[in-house]
């Protein structure tokens, strides 16, 4: 495990031979959600003695439609994401999505997140490194694995060798997504560690409807051939209703599916492991 992994998971006892787990909720909605599900997914991660890395976003600045949710407000949101990550003892990670949000989010968050369609913005990938945090910037879905070395070496030439590099699915048509595998052995390559995400990789964007839709059947394939194909984590956004949620409730993982999948996950990789 690279030492900045290390790092972030001092607190927790876990098998070293184990993916590690980003999960939460697409959004802050409230405490009470918050603290909720990491409480639900620490415990399942303890059990399965798997490192988990708690994830919410504390604004949504990408959305389809201008009357979509986009937040609690920052201060508060950012304030909750720091209670749940010391409460809990979890490592927290939050999007930013442009260069002066990077300093003040990074006093609340471990990992800053790149979102996809931000992951060639020089100023904002420099801003990030600068901090010092851990920063995943996540594949474009217009874009190639292989040309994913550019934004690494963006963040490594500001000083910053604590990257992490997340699938997300590749643009097909207007209104889905595809996940080329080949991307995960491509961008491991790069010597950083390479995460899956799980549930974005099953939108169905730019839905005439205005709400993006998904495909969360699929989220247990997908997993399964991102830990085949040698994947280092795993993101996956959960939420106890995903009919209610105020963000992404189309492709999230209903939270009391997570730990059957985990189960089986983790067999998978053990399978290939032995």
Do not use: W
Not at 205 to 215: F, I, K, L, R
Request: aromatic residues 8%.
């Amino acid at each position: 495990m690279q030492s900045f992994l290390a790092d972030l998971f001092k607190n927790q006892s876990y098998n070293p031979d184990n993916f590690f787990l980003i999960a939460g909720p697409c959004v802050i909605e409230s405490e009470e959600l918050v603290m909720e599900v990491a409480d639900k997914v620490s415990s399942i991660c303890k059990r399965l003695e798997l490192p988990y890395i708690f994830k919410a976003s504390y604004r949504k600045a990408n959305r389809t439609s201008a009357g979509s949710f986009t937040g609690i407000g920052d201060d508060p949101a950012l304030h909750i994401l720091k209670k749940a990550g010391e409460h809990f003892q979890l490592p927290v990670t939050t999007d930013i999505h442009a260069h002066d949000e990077a300093a003040p989010a990074a006093a609340f968050a471990d990992i800053l997140q790149i979102p996809a369609f931000l992951c060639r913005q020089t100023d904002l990938l420099i801003a990030a490194a600068e901090t010092g945090k851990v920063v995943n910037v996540k594949k474009g879905q217009f874009l190639s694995g292989a040309a994913m070395r550019f934004a690494v070496d963006k963040i490594k030439n500001a000083g910053n060798e604590k990257i992490m590099l997340t699938e997300r699915g590749t643009t097909f048509g207007y209104q889905d997504l595809v996940v080329d595998f080949r991307n995960i052995p491509i961008m491991r390559e790069f010597g950083y560690p390479v995460v899956m995400d799980c549930t974005h990789s099953l939108q169905q964007p730019n839905q005439t409807s205005g709400v993006t839709g998904g495909n969360p059947e699929m989220i247990s394939t997908i997993a399964k051939a991102a830990i085949a194909t040698g994947a280092d984590g795993l993101f996956i956004e959960t939420h106890p209703n995903p009919a209610i949620a105020k963000s992404d409730g189309a492709n999230m993982l209903r939270l009391d599916l997570l730990e059957g999948l985990l189960e089986q996950l983790i067999r998978v990789r053990s399978s290939l492991k032995s």
